[in-house]
């Protein structure tokens, strides 16, 4: 493939800084932007020599304008519960002005637009596992609003401007994923896991331990996500791993693969924390010819010496 200009938003977060690497190593030149709000320009380091890469801070719920650009890939959100939490209002505004104003690029400069997207969008779900074509069962004032219902918002903008403005738009329905540059400290289940059974500290299982998540190693994510990218697919397309784990198997995998002794405590369960979540990969097989590759374990070891990192960091 030519090498084309592609904008990133989101580039300094954990899968933005990836994906600007696999783009990269496919010969592509890439335009990184992020307000750094959650992002963190470490991520980005190992780029400070590549002259392909530029940075650009910038909030995208601001109108700017980057010049010509090919592709348009929006992955600038908070995503972690915690800190969706804490920045409520902003995670409304990028999902919806940030979006907008992101498609509105993609529509002056004639590029594609890839929006990631979020198993969020099926909420606490009554179908099992979740199909693209389930509308989900969503809380619109708990909690997690601010991050769901700007997505589902940031889904009708991205139809839109394919339905209205002809813009060729491709969504992504990202389910849990994990792997190096997962912030050690954003509270989610992984991250959590990993950086306690390192330290020796108590496993943090919330509630019974008996909800369900299925993750995927971020490679296997941005490999699906790349090869959507080149599709004409304008509805959304679930990208995950349908291996499915208790919390509580969770923690025993965290156990095994860092060899801690830890003990495993309840906390409780935070306000509507989906009961299980299960990609149906059906879709994505058949469109993209592809397989997530990467087991859990296999995953947790690849991870390793990146928490342990961070753990060394930490007790600085
Ligand atoms: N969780 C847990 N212990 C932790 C952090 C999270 O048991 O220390 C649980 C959480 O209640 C949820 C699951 O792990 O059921 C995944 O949570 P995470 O925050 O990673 O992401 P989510 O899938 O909920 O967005």
New binding site residues.
């Given amino acids: 493939m030519t090498s084309k200009k592609i904008l990133i938003a989101g580039a300094a977060g954990f899968l933005g800084s990836h994906l600007t690497d696999a783009l990269l190593g496919k010969g592509h030149a890439v335009l990184g932007v992020d307000n750094l709000a959650t992002g963190n320009l470490a991520n980005l380091a190992h780029l400070a020599d590549e002259p392909r890469f530029t940075f650009l801070n910038q909030d995208i719920t601001q109108p700017f304008d980057p010049g010509p650009v090919d592709y348009v890939f929006n992955f600038a959100s908070p995503?972690?519960?915690?800190d969706y939490a804490r920045l409520g209002p902003e995670t409304l505004l990028v999902g919806s002005a940030g979006t907008i104003n992101m498609l509105n690029i993609a529509r002056k400069y004639k590029a594609g637009f890839l929006h990631a997207s979020t198993?969020?969008c099926y909420g606490d779900p009554e179908v099992h596992p979740q199909v693209e074509t389930y509308w989900g069962r969503v809380n619109p004032i708990g909690p997690?609003s601010v991050y769901d219902e700007a997505k589902r918002f940031s889904e009708a903008a991205v139809t839109a401007w394919n339905r209205y403005y002809d813009v060729d738009t491709h969504l992504v329905r990202i389910f849990?994923t994990y792997g190096p540059r997962l912030q050690a400290n954003?509270?989610?289940?992984?991250?959590?896991?990993m950086m306690?059974a390192l330290a020796g500290e108590p496993?943090?299982?919330?509630?019974n331990?008996q909800?369900?998540?299925s993750f995927c190693y971020v490679s296997d994510l941005i490999e699906g996500i790349i090869r959507l990218a080149h599709t004409d697919e304008h509805t959304p397309v679930n990208i995950g791993n349908p291996s499915e784990f208790t919390?509580l198997e969770?923690?025993q995998e965290v156990l095994a693969i860092t060899g801690s002794k830890s003990k495993i405590i309840h906390?409780p369960?935070?306000e509507d924390?989906?009961?299980r979540?299960r990609p149906d990969i059906t879709k994505a097989r058949a469109l993209l010819n592809w397989e997530p590759r990467v087991p859990l374990r296999e995953g947790l070891e690849r991870s390793l010496a990146y928490f342990q990192a961070c753990l060394a960091a930490r007790s600085k």
């Fill in positions: 995503a972690s519960p915690i198993s969020e997690r849990n954003d509270g989610r289940v992984i991250s959590n896991f306690q496993l943090t299982i919330y509630g331990g909800q369900t998540r919390m969770c923690a906390h369960l935070p924390d989906p009961t979540r």
